[in-house]
């Protein structure tokens, strides 16, 4: 059987090694970024460039999206030549960012309409997975529709989970970098006070690792507050990006998080201080110099 025509907009780190991968499985793509370079390297390799996400949503079967914000995400859906012009009924509409849950379910109420159906299937795991197709996917949405794409999903994850209606795999995301960028906001702070009270920080993690506290989290805390080495590669301000949409998606549950809105002002202040690019770590030095 032929495979099916995949249209991917947004070649970053991530859906630039995605479509590598997809591209190395005999998947045909049709392409869309800002980025002209990024776009030249999937063409270079055999894929076909679309001027609009209407034209690349005419001409595909299922098309995926890797972009950074739920606004973006509605933008492309639902500007004037945007998916929702082109996109194709029985088509099916996938979400790799990490979007805001009721954001998510308003899109596949309206792609419905058109008879196309929608995943959101957010990422574990590195750019360097993504190349290798060994990717965690949280997929969420009708199961019929999961299954039409399942086979693709299988070809970029190592680890493909259904969890549930559209926008629990999003949730799910939201849930689980609340609780990893609250860890490494806590434990920064943790080498921080260690350093400004005079305690050996190298000492610390050793007592700590040998205890429930142990986490790679910690590890990579470790790596750059006291060896300078800053390797988990996901920026302050994409942490800061899902805090904030992790207490949006409380507020619409009608509940609140303390705890989420620390770590979350914490975030945000590291990006006011121009430290955004920086990996999450480096708020270490935020919390170094903070004064009450």
Do not use: W
């Amino acid at each position: 059987m032929s495979k099916p025509v995949i249209g991917f907009i947004g070649l970053g780190l991530m859906g630039g090694n995605m479509v590598e991968n997809l591209q190395n499985k005999g998947y045909p793509l049709i392409v869309m970024d800002l980025n002209k370079d990024a776009v030249a390297k999937c063409v270079a390799r055999g894929a076909q460039s679309a001027a609009s996400a209407e034209e690349l949503a005419a001409g595909a079967d299922i098309v995926m999206l890797c972009l950074t914000t739920s606004e973006i995400v509605e933008k492309v859906i639902y500007a004037e030549n945007g998916i929702l012009a082109g996109i194709k009924p029985g088509a099916v509409l996938v979400d790799f960012g990490t979007s805001i849950p009721a954001s998510t379910r308003k899109i596949g109420a309206d792609l419905a309409q058109k008879g196309v159906g929608m995943i959101d299937a957010p990422l574990g795991r590195t750019p360097a997975h993504a190349k290798d197709g060994l990717l965690n996917i949280m997929a969420a949405g009708d199961l019929d529709t999961f299954n039409k794409v399942k086979p693709v999903l299988e070809d970029q994850g190592e680890n493909v989970f259904h969890l549930g209606a559209l926008g629990a795999g999003h949730t799910t995301k939201l849930i689980n970098n609340f609780m990893g960028m609250t860890t490494v906001c806590a434990m920064s702070q943790a080498f921080a006070v260690a350093q400004l009270s005079g305690v050996d920080k190298q000492q610390l993690f050793d007592i700590m690792s040998t205890g429930p506290s142990s986490s790679p989290f910690m590890q990579f805390c470790k790596n750059y507050a006291v060896d300078g080495v800053s390797d988990l590669g996901f920026s302050i301000a994409n942490a800061n990006k899902d805090l904030h949409y992790f207490l949006q998606m409380l507020s619409d549950l009608g509940t609140q998080s303390d705890i989420a809105q620390g770590s979350s002002g914490y975030l945000q202040a590291g990006v006011d201080a121009g430290m955004g690019r920086g990996n999450v770590p480096e708020i270490f030095d935020y919390f170094l110099k903070l004064e009450k």
